[in-house]
């Protein structure tokens, strides 16, 4: 049942495989195929933001399909490329890192992944059917819920099925970090990524309801003619900037944590030193958290709450420094006094330090009120985000891909590519987003189809192309990598980084059980320990036994789908009644699927442990 | 365990929704899943507040709303509470036929309920004019209370499926956390209209 | 063995007990919550000054919550330490959020 | 070690260099050469916090650059294990600490200078113009004058002026770099904001807020003028005379064309119409349509095809289009609409 044999398959038979697969590695693999294809997508969508920017008054693409393309590539990029992204690793890991055979919920975990993919083929669909959302990805309302057309249509319906993927894949990883722990794995002995996933779950959960609410309110407004953001008929637009921001802003942490995690792991590892303060690392995390829903308004300065509010809003974020500030010290002196090795994974953790530094300094600058209302809606603040999203997330993604695609797949992604990609990317990204910061000030507003010739702002803009040109190159040689090391990269074994932690202490790729007895966990970093005290691998809490595991099920995948063609009757009720049959048939096929979940008992299966032994040494 | 332990265990224990993985695991799962719910309606409570006095030259809360049927629906809601609360005592008791009866007394308040609110929307709808798109005001009110409508439908399908597919089987440990995390969930749907027949209704009279 | 059945069966005994009392104290609650509702439904049939009422049906609601959540929902019980952490995160964004679409929005 | 740092030095290098090739950015548009009150004030807290934020990025940075070389891996070491350290409590307190007194620094200025922006105490005595942002146009009412202007609005130069902003359709926001940080435009609630030109000048502005495809064109102006030019231009502004007919033949023909087909949206003179921009100094605007150059061929364009030169405009498909006769004379009709001598070049001159 391992990815192995799963290869030696045929082609249909791993298709039914993953579609109906339920085992978190698997899944692991789906989103990062789902979660890596949107991001060539986002990615090509912004490089033609930046062809269209390289010169002043460029005729590249039209005023409105320059507002579709920046919408899609925010939506893109942060909702079907970043998180999944984040899913991918959250899922090929957390399981192995705590010592779990499996997560809490396999079927809502496969749900999860089916509902992000359907809900972000949906909101693609648009562009094929008459124009994507146009609002960005703020979508604020009026502008959104009067857009003619159908793309923010689109945009409410694909994102409101995906969120729902991601709050059930938020709470499977709630309930296995508390209920699945090895033996002996405190809360305290957790390794930092898993703490992150921990709070990234708990961010999921109480954020995501605000969105779904608004998309709700805005899909009422859109499609079924209520007033909620309708001036005219009593309502207030502002409230969505809210219901939009609760959700939002927690969500940039959403995204970061878990980076974090990645950068926790990866300087500890290959600085062969513990964590340095880990108790407060673990504080940190928590504090930036239960913080982050304390400071949305501070993307609202100049909607007019006056100062009070604004004074409030800007010294809450500004505390958010204080954390991520102990956060920054304490990687540093993990570093210091240990045996630094540079590799790939190492070169996107340390590139990391700088550049998320200067973005969060730049946030902090965002924080003052009175200076962001000359910053709001400026190129300083895109500078801002692409620093802490591209500097944070996105190396943490490549971190944490170079760290454990020996363990997803068996197989070290190779070094010398993966210098080339590094080095493009890096210097790409800075220079496209640091000369950002002036343009911003320099007065040019975000979201700008054109900037006009002769107000100082060509060359910036002209330089800033050429980097994104340099990180297309990286992220092509990234692909080329992948590509090649899949077919001619060696085997190795279950823990070529000389690892700490338990994932490392287990064949690569793992075995569909993951262990085949449950580890006695005995401190932090627990595979170390084991190594000092001159042992191998975990000693073992159990004696081999027979291990239940769950069925694979395709339920998850036609629930999913039926959302998705209930999606498309919702969006096209409006001009034609018929379509509210889309509307039922896809309800039912998604009710009825849940009804034959409820109504069918699956116990899972047993593998017996006369199977376990057949050649699953490290 | 294996399947025959968990469908046709020898004693019941203690705490049957606990006393399997997967029973810890849903009820955990779900108790996570209603803090969410708290912030879905927090936000729906919070739109309706900002919008209520909206009502854009249509009819106002004080003119709309009357007390007495929002009582005995608040009656209604409050006792399909305790008696969910004997359901549950019956299921620890292991006494499977009184839990189905409590739970079928749940269900029948439950669905008086919205038959009451259904009735109550049509009275707006038809006599006073008052629609979902009447003005915001109609819009935040028809949503917040329709959600907590929807939760109550939801919940009441729910408990009848469980109490369906179970009845010829009896109770064991594999249906046991189901039961009880349907009441739990109708405990919160209660929770929530206690807030609604505060804040809609009687602070949309005074 | 012998010894083992009767130590189950006092075993059950104490917990059936337990659950009586429990059961007890929910229908006791159950009257509480009843009598909660009369009284603010009268409160405002009865028409007092708004200032004066609208702090009192907000603390009668909140109370109510309590026990659905303490008594009918069993949150005091072992093993519900996360559900509470997880139910209280809940109410704190809860808060904030009615608190300022109730300020905020309008100016 | 060495070529990493080159790397990023080239870097940095390449971009002080191309910012200092480009100034600071343009004169009266860039918000690094202020001009306003609150551009002044917003200028300050920007320095303020990027000091600090320096002074953070070298600390972290010495650090960083210390650990790298000291501490990488040297040959036949690799399999030294250095020792694990847990922790040090007196680093942790310092680096929790100091931060917060540094944010301290930035955020008592950042208040102090929050409230100073959104002081309203002598609102009543001030000028007051109201601000309604529509797609995509600006439309500036001054109330007590009772002058109605549109695209251009007309300050005196060392006065705090109070903008009372709406909009009229989708937000947007008003941001005069140069003058004032920005402030959005909101259909359902007034937001007030002051600004105070310090010098004479044609002020740049921009919408920034995205409010559809012609969201980068819909800039406006602030022409700041001496207290005694504006009182001049308020005095022609509310002396139009409507009943006055143009010079020339054409032009005259243009205004019986305008009068038929275009008034309905476009008001001369005082008149409260503001479907479209109000027309009574078109021929005193620095840019037509805020965005392109005021000839008379491009108004003739616009007149034909305003869909060109702003896509999603509310003109586009509204109205009869002229032939291209007839456009040439309501070209000529509305570029002689000049009622004051107090202009754009009055502003610029003085400087
Ligand atoms: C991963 C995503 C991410 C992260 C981590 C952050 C982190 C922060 N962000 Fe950012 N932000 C975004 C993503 C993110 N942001 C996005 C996407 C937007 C735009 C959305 C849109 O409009 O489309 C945005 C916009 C945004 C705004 C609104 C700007 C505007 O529209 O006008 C503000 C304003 O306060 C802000 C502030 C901050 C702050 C203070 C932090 C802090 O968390 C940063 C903390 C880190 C540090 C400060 C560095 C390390 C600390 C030290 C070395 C210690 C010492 C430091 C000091 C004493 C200062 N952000
Ligand atoms: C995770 C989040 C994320 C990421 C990773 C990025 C990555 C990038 N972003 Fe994006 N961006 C946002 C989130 C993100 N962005 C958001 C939220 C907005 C705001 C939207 C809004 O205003 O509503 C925004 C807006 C935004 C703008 C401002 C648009 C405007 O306001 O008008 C710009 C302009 O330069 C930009 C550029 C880039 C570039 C050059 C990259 C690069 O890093 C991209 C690098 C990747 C690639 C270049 C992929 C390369 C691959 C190929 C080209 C191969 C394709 C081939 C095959 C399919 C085989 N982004
Ligand atoms: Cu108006 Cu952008
Ligand atoms: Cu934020």
Partial sequence: MSTTIAQNKGFGATLWDYLTTVDHKKIAILYLIGGGFFFLLGGLEAMAIRIQLIKPENDFVSAGFYNELLTMHGTTMIFLAAMPLIFALLNAVVPLQIGARDVAFPFLNSLGFWLFLFGGILLNCSWFLGGAPDAGWTAYAPLSTTQPGHGVDFYVLGLQISGAGTLMGGINFLVTIVNMRAPGMTYMRMPLFTWTAFVTSALILFAFPALTVGLFLMMFDRLFGSGFFDANMGGNSVIWEHLFWIFGHPEVYILILPAFGVFSDVFSTFSKKRLFGYTAMVFATVLIGFLGFMVWAHHMFTVGLGPAANSIFAVATMAIAVPTGIKIFNWLFTLWGGNIKINSAMLWSLAFIPSFTIGGMTGVMLAAAAADYQFHDTYFVVAHFHYVIVGGVVFGIFAGLHYWWPKMFGKILDETLGKITFWTFFIGFHLTFFIQHFLGLMGMPRRYWVYLTDQGLNTGNLISTIGAFFMAIGAIVFLYNVIITSIKGEKVGGDPWDGRTLEWSIPSPPPHYNFKQLPLVRGLDPLWIEKTEGRKGMTPAEPVGDIHMPNPTILPFVMSFGLFIAGFGFIYQVDDASWLSAVFIGMGICLGAMFVRSVKDDHGHHIHKEDLDKGDGL | ?206 | MAENTNSINTELDYHKKKKKEEMKQQVITFALMIAFTIIAFTMVVSGLDKLFIIPILLVLAIVQVIFQLYYFMHMSHKGHELPAVMMYGGFAVAFLTVLTLLVLVWW | ?351
């Fill in chain 2, 1 to 206: 365990m294996s399947h025959e332990d968990i469908l046709n265990p020898k004693v019941m224990p203690e705490e049957p929704e606990k006393a399997t993985l997967e029973g810890k695991n849903k009820f955990l799962g779900f108790w996570f899943f209603l803090g969410g719910e708290t912030v879905l309606f927090a936000s729906l409570f919070g739109t309706y507040l900002a919008l209520k006095n909206s009502n854009n030259g249509g009819p106002t809360s004080e003119e709309l709303f009357g007390l007495e049927l929002v009582f005995i629906m608040t009656m209604l809601l409050l006792t399909s509470s305790l008696t969910s609360v004997y359901a549950m005592y019956h299921m620890k008791n292991n006494e499977f036929k009184k839990m189905q009866i409590w739970l079928g007394i749940t269900v029948l308040l439950g669905l008086t309920f919205l038959g009451l609110e259904i009735y109550e929307f049509y009275e707006y709808i038809v006599h006073d004019g008052f629609t979902f798109r009447s003005s915001a005001f109609g819009s935040a009110f028809y949503t917040l209370v329709g959600f907590h409508g929807g939760h109550v439908l939801f919940g009441l399908l729910w408990i009848i499926t469980l109490m369906a597919r179970n009845a010829k089987r009896g109770l064991n440990l594999y249906n046991a956390p189901k039961f009880y995390i349907a009441s739990l969930y109708w405990h919160f749907i209660d929770v929530v209209w206690v807030f609604i027949f505060t804040v809609v209704y009687l602070m949309g009279v005074i």
């Fill in chain 4, 1 to 351: 070690m060495k070529g990493w740092m080159g790397k990023v030095r080239a870097l940095f290098w390449l971009s002080i260099l191309s910012i200092v090739l480009s100034g600071c950015g343009k004169e009266n548009l860039s918000a690094f050469l202020p001009k306003g009150y609150g551009a002044q004030v917003s200028l300050d807290i920007i320095f303020i916090s990027l000091a600090v934020m320096v002074f953070v990025f070298i600390v972290v940075m010495i650090i960083y650059t210390f650990v790298l070389v000291k501490f990488r891996q040297k040959k036949g070491q690799e399999d030294f294990v250095p020792k694990q350290t847990e922790g040090n409590k007196a680093l942790e307190v310092v680096w929790t600490v100091i931060p917060i007194l540094l944010l301290i620094i930035i955020a008592v200025p950042t208040i102090a200078a929050t409230y100073d922006l959104a002081d309203e105490s002598d609102k009543a005595d001030s000028l007051n113009i109201s601000v309604t942002g529509n797609q995509y146009w600006w439309h500036f009412n001054y109330g007590e004058e009772e002058i109605q202007t549109s695209q251009d609005m007309y300050i005196p130069v060392g006065e705090k002026v109070y903008l009372n902003m709406m909009s009229s359709d989708v937000l947007h926001s008003f941001w005069v770099p140069s003058i004032s940080g920005k402030m959005d435009t909101n259909p359902e609630n007034e937001n007030t904001m002051y600004i105070e030109a310090l010098e004479e000048g044609v002020y740049w502005g921009k919408c920034a807020e995205l409010c559809g495809p012609s969201h980068s064109l819909m800039d406006f102006k602030i022409v700041a003028v001496s207290p005694e030019e504006y009182q001049q231009w308020v005095e022609d502004m509310q002396n139009v005379d409507l009943e006055a007919t143009p010079e020339t033949a054409s032009a005259q023909e243009g205004q019986a064309i305008f009068e038929n087909s275009c008034l309905g949206c476009h008001a001369i003179g005082s008149s409260p119409t503001a479907v479209g921009p109000n027309l009574t100094n078109f021929g005193d605007r620095t840019k037509l349509a805020g965005v392109e150059d005021l000839t008379h061929e491009n108004v003739v364009n616009w007149i034909l095809n305003p869909e060109k030169m702003k896509p999603g405009n509310k003109m586009t498909g509204n109205y009869t289009v002229p032939s291209e006769e007839e456009a040439e004379k309501i070209a000529d009709y509305l570029l002689q609409l000049k009622p004051s001598d107090v202009t754009p070049e009055t502003a610029s001159s003085n400087n």
